[in-house]
């Protein structure tokens, strides 16, 4: 039913550039904001960033990504992205979206703790290496 497909992770170069996409089905991600996690092999999930929902006009970095990532959405094609630039071994992960499904609609909050998400997708891996 509802699902969230991530795309777009790969290898990458130090100082490469990677545009994650975060394409929903069977629900208009419009009405929900969207986080992005990632994971590294032996390390916690953390929060990367999140939209808000609708124009998302309210969005939050994490410290190491903040001036190098980037958050948008395209309502039209049910996506939200996220565009990394400067791409550092430490950005290595798999990267994950998720939405809260089935809670109030808000139009300008977005959330960085996981706990408050209930709907992820599969993830994207991200390798940056030389």
């Known amino acids: 039913q509802v699902q969230l497909v991530e795309s777009g992770g790969g290898l990458v170069q130090p100082g490469g550039s990677l545009r994650l996409s975060c394409t929903a089905s069977g629900v208009n991600l419009k009405y929900y904001y969207v986080g992005w996690f990632r994971q590294a092999p032996g390390k916690e999930r953390d929060a990367v960033a999140c939209?808000?929902?609708?124009?998302?006009?309210?969005?939050h970095y994490s410290d190491s990504v903040k001036g190098r990532f980037t958050v948008s959405r395209d309502n039209d094609k049910n996506t939200v992205s996220l565009q990394m630039n400067n791409l550092k071994p430490e950005d290595a992960a798999i990267y994950h979206c998720?939405?809260?499904?089935?809670?109030?609609?808000?139009?300008?909050?977005?959330?960085?703790?996981?706990?408050?998400?209930?709907?992820w997708g599969q993830g994207t891996q991200v390798t940056v290496s030389s």
């Open positions: 998720a939405i809260l499904y089935g809670g109030m609609y808000v139009r300008s909050y977005c959330g960085v703790r996981q706990d408050e998400y209930t709907h």
């Open positions: 939209v808000s929902a609708y124009d998302g006009t309210t969005t």
